[in-house]
């Protein structure tokens, strides 16, 4: 299976990215890791696989995953608004495309998440962590589509329910999980920043405010780092 992800990665980057990898240094030599990063559109999932030479699970909106449901989240969020079709084209084509991205997706080993749904999302954290307890790598978009978007960089606030993972990947091998920033820019460069660990002596709540907001705060700032073309200030160091 690690093959096949490798091997589908290969592919997306030679026709769909051929971006650049900043921050290298600070990957880790293996997992457990969870990788947060801003979602940019449709390409920042694909950026951020093709740019990061590790084996990733990702959270994927469920809906893309579902054989019935996905046509139409492909026409709403892709097909009509970057393609530009019309329907009812855009309705076929869509139906075509979802029979490529729905198996492929479940090949790759994608997460599904579900939108306001409590127990879908456990489900989600509940799969996420059984991977973490395996010594893999999970790659997740946290923005809060119902927020608004930030007018320069484009960043929707951060939602604090994956740092659930590093209290309950606590609870089970009492050791800290390390939390990524990833920041992905319009210029086809992905910044990886220095790791935040979960600290098991903070009151959870607030654990997860912290987390947070240390990684949105390093996403946010390595993004306009590479806008303003200041490489020099895009890492920012581990706290604890």
């Known amino acids: 299976m690690t093959g096949f992800y490798f091997r589908a ?19 880790p030599d293996q997992g457990p ?3 947060i990063a801003n979602h940019l559109g449709p390409l920042g999932p694909i950026g951020c696989v ?6 990733m699970h990702f959270w994927a909106i469920g809906d893309m995953m579902d054989r019935e449901l996905a046509p139409d989240y492909l ?22 495309l979802s029979r490529i991205t729905v198996p492929m ?18 489900d989600t954290l509940k799969i996420s962590l059984d991977w973490l307890l395996n010594e893999k790598f999970l790659l997740v978009f946290p923005e809060n589509a119902s927020m608004g978007e930030d ?24 050791k800290r999980l390390a939390f990524y920033p990833v920041a992905i820019h319009p ?7 220095k790791p935040y660990s979960y600290n098991p002596l ?4 607030h654990e997860r405010l912290r987390l947070k907001d240390l990684v949105e705060t390093s996403v946010r700032r390595m993004y306009a780092s590479m806008e303003m073309g200041d490489l020099t200030s895009l890492l920012t160091p581990e706290h604890e």
């Open 187 to 193: 210029s086809r460069k992905v910044m990886v920043g």
């Open 75 to 96: 026409r709403l969020d892709f097909v009509e608004p970057q393609l530009k079709l019309k329907m009812p084209f855009s309705l076929k084509f869509s139906r075509f």
């Open 33 to 35: 890791a969870v990788f």
């Open 151 to 174: 007018t320069m960089a484009y960043i929707r606030p951060f939602q604090k329910t994956v740092f659930r993972l590093g209290e309950m990947y606590y609870e089970k091998r009492h």
């Open 202 to 205: 903070n009151v959870l709540t």
């Open 105 to 122: 997706l479940c090949s790759l080993g994608c997460i599904p998440i579900h939108r306001g749904d409590y127990e879908g999302l456990n």
């Open 50 to 55: 093709c740019s990061i030479p590790l084996r």
């Open 9 to 27: 990665v290969h592919t997306l980057d030679a026709f769909l990215w051929g971006g650049e990898l900043l921050g290298e240094e600070n990957l």
